[in-house]
């Protein structure tokens, strides 16, 4: 067990609708990141907040989103989905006070769009 | 895009053999690495990590070696177990403005025999 949950494990929803995926960092861990596995385009790193503020953008479509809550948990939103969003979607943690901080991930939540 | 999934190098090893699974990186200004084994419908497990000042660097069972000159990786695996059967990927921190989201590379899908 990594120390980071992310909910919900299982989802399945209909294409054009919307859905939060929630995840909660390891205790103590300020940083959040989130990454996008598929088939074809294997482990996609989305976006990183560090304490409440985005810290960088990786391939995150314009039709999602996320934010860092003062209590440090964060939220990916996934709105207008698509079939070709359906994917495992990770969060992972890390303290990132400095180098050599090791990434933590949890155990993703799995997404299917029909 | 990476190459991941159906698409993954695989590595067939028998129980009990060593294992030796490679890694190339594409950014020289990559200090910090990391070595992760992702089970099937988990999340990437931190295995070991390294930095650049280090070529070499050993765990339980398990051995990094870095080199820098040419930008590759290895993870080696000692007595090879069946609990070790799962897919490894290298990952690398780019420094970039404090960015430390991971870039993944393209993973290697590990079959132990027994």
């Known amino acids: 067990d990594s120390g980071v949950t992310q909910t919900p494990k299982h989802l399945i929803t209909a294409t054009g609708q919307r859905v939060t995926l929630r995840c909660s960092p390891r205790?103590?861990?300020?940083?959040v990141y989130w990454y996008q596995q598929s088939l074809d385009q294997g482990l996609q790193f989305l976006i990183q907040?560090?304490?409440?503020?985005?810290?960088a953008k990786g391939n995150i479509l314009e039709r999602f989103s996320a934010q860092q809550f003062p209590d440090l948990h964060s939220e990916l939103n996934l709105s207008s989905l698509e079939l070709g969003d359906s994917a495992l979607y990770f969060c992972?943690?890390?303290?990132?006070?400095?180098?050599?901080?090791?990434?933590?991930f949890g155990e993703g939540s799995w997404l299917t769009v029909v | 895009g990476e190459s991941v999934g159906l698409h993954l190098p695989t590595l067939s090893v028998q129980e009990g053999d060593n294992s030796i699974i490679n890694c190339a990186y594409s950014?020289?200004?990559?200090?910090?690495f990391i070595w992760y084994k992702q089970e099937s419908g988990k999340g990437p497990q931190f295995i070991i990590d390294?930095?650049?000042?280090?070529d070499k660097r050993q765990g339980q069972r398990v051995t990094v070696l870095l080199n820098k000159t040419v930008k590759h990786l290895s993870l080696q695996i000692a007595a090879t177990q069946p609990g070790d059967s799962a897919v490894y990927f290298c990952?690398?921190?780019?420094?970039?403005?404090?960015?430390?989201?991971?870039?993944f590379g393209s993973g290697t899908r590990l079959q132990v025999q027994p």
């Open positions: 205790s103590g861990d300020l940083s």
């Open positions: 990952a690398a921190i780019i420094m970039d403005t404090g960015r430390r989201a991971l870039t």
């Open positions: 907040y560090y304490n409440g503020e985005e810290r």
């Open positions: 950014n020289s200004a990559s200090d910090y």
């Open positions: 390294i930095r650049s000042n280090m």
């Open positions: 992972a943690s890390s303290v990132a006070g400095g180098h050599g901080n090791t990434i933590y």
